[in-house]
């Protein structure tokens, strides 16, 4: 299974954008990029997922780099309501296979 | 509410036992996948059934079976139940198979083995 790295925690400022990092060196040209988040005592919820060019959608904005080794997930603008531990999965063959994810708090 | 309905959403239970955890697809949706989570381990990939037919597996013990019916609704039996057993278990579905759809997962089912 293709392999993410992304950092165990951050933290952000209420109302104001969070990117969150992920890299994925070994990616191949099928991968795409998919991005759940889970929040406390709930299932886990989709994101947003891309293969090649940026997407945007209501939750939140998909960059990607050039070489699609690194990808970037955007929130424009963190509530409280968006702290969670946020997975960056690399989808080959339709198995979401989940990592330990970043957990985002979010301050007030 | 992603749609995907899992019952029950508690379960207490002793070692040895087997139990059976279903799962209800969002009306549509063909693929189910089964998840469980403890506290050590993480969200681990179990299974994947497509339309019916079993079409990725993970980590998933030979003391677990699980399948899809026609009615495309899932169960996940879980036998000669260990007290490691006790995690969230949890169910999610997506309209098709392949990398670029995206999974809706349920509330999940909590399982406590005494």
């Known amino acids: 299974d293709a392999k993410t790295t992304q950092p165990n925690s951050m933290e952000s400022n209420e109302e104001e954008p969070v990117h969150l990092p992920c890299n994925h060196s070994?990616?191949?040209?099928?991968?795409?990029i998919h991005w759940y988040r889970q929040l406390p005592s709930q299932g886990p919820e989709y994101v947003i997922h891309?293969?090649?060019s940026n997407v945007n959608n209501r939750m939140a904005s998909l960059a990607i780099a050039e070489d699609r080794k690194s990808s970037t997930l955007i929130l424009h603008r963190a509530t409280l309501r968006d702290a969670a531990v946020y997975y960056c999965?690399?989808?080959?063959?339709?198995?979401?296979?989940f990592g330990k994810g970043t957990r985002l708090h979010i301050l007030p | 509410d992603s749609g995907v309905t899992q019952t029950p959403k508690h379960l207490i239970t002793a070692t040895g036992q087997r139990v059976t955890l279903r799962c209800s697809p969002r009306?549509?949706?063909?693929?189910v996948y089964w998840y469980q989570q403890s506290l050590d381990q993480g969200l681990q990939f179990l299974i994947q059934?497509?339309?019916?037919?079993?079409?990725a597996k993970g980590n998933i013990l030979e003391r677990f079976s699980a399948q899809q019916f026609p009615d495309l609704h899932s169960e996940l039996n879980l036998s000669s139940l260990e007290l490691g057993d006790s995690a969230l278990y949890f169910c999610?579905?997506?309209?098709?198979?392949?990398?670029?759809?995206?999974?809706?997962f349920g509330q999940g089912t909590r399982l406590t083995v005494v």
């Open positions: 999610a579905s997506s309209v098709g198979r392949g990398p670029n759809t995206e999974a809706f």
């Open positions: 070994t990616i191949s040209g099928t991968d795409y």
């Open positions: 891309g293969l090649t």
């Open positions: 999965i690399l989808n080959r063959d339709d198995k979401i296979i």
């Open positions: 009306s549509g949706d063909l693929s």
């Open positions: 059934y497509y339309n019916g037919e079993e079409r």
